[in-house]
């Protein structure tokens, strides 16, 4: 489309393409361009070490080094996904809004589903975060999420200390400028 209509070539994100990261992983192909895209945003933007954690479709934690590595990835659930599929798979449980209710324990259906999902994955933030920062040996850990739920989970994890929801689009910005120079 961009071709057809505007006659501009687009940049996409993969193999060959500059990026100022270097990808420790097994198989640097196999990882996902909005990981790539994300992973640099945060490190231009805010140094490392960091962990970005973007709750989209999936929950995927991006662990940049100090010197701008990507050394890996944990990919969980997302949470709309988890909340979707146990809606999905069961016979009364409705779809609800993903808001933390006022108490852990719930006292009606809507409020007991979303005590499991919101609590829940931030028991699961916390405890991923915890498990790399002690495989990193570090004291501290400098962590930002971004997509649609970022905020939300970000309200009860007290490790995550930024929210950033341009962070995609500034690192294709970013990847962008250094692939037109």
């Known amino acids: 489309m961009c071709e057809f209509f505007f006659g501009i070539s687009p940049?996409?994100?993969?193999?060959?393409?500059?990026?100022?990261l270097n990808v420790k992983t097994e198989n640097p192909k196999e990882v996902g361009a909005d990981i790539i895209v994300n992973s640099v945003s945060a490190y231009n933007k805010y140094g490392g070490p960091?962990?970005?954690?973007?709750?989209?479709?999936?929950?995927?934690?991006?662990?940049?080094?100090?010197?701008?590595?990507?050394?890996?990835?944990?990919?969980?659930?997302?949470?709309?996904?988890?909340?979707?599929?146990?809606?999905?798979?069961?016979?009364?449980?409705?779809?609800?809004?993903?808001?933390a209710p006022k108490s852990v324990?719930?006292?009606n259906?809507?409020?007991c589903m979303q005590s499991g999902i919101i609590f829940g994955f931030a028991g699961l933030v916390e405890n991923i975060l915890r498990k790399i920062k002690k495989e990193l040996n570090v004291a501290e850990?400098?962590?930002?999420?971004?997509?649609?739920?970022?905020e939300i989970i970000a309200r009860e994890v007290?490790?995550?200390?930024?929210?950033?929801?341009t962070l995609t689009l500034d690192g294709l910005r970013a990847i962008y400028e250094l692939n037109c120079k």
């Open 158 to 165: 007290k490790s995550i200390k930024k929210v950033d929801r």
């Open 11 to 20: 940049l996409i994100i993969g193999p060959g393409v500059k990026t100022g």
């Open 105 to 107: 324990i719930g006292k």
């Open 50 to 99: 960091i962990v970005v954690i973007d709750f989209g479709t999936a929950t995927t934690f991006d662990v940049i080094s100090s010197g701008g590595e990507l050394l890996g990835v944990v990919i969980a659930p997302g949470i709309k996904t988890s909340l979707e599929g146990l809606v999905s798979k069961t016979a009364q449980l409705p779809m609800v809004e993903l808001d």
């Open 141 to 150: 850990l400098n962590v930002v999420a971004t997509g649609g739920l970022g």
């Open 109 to 111: 259906t809507k409020h």
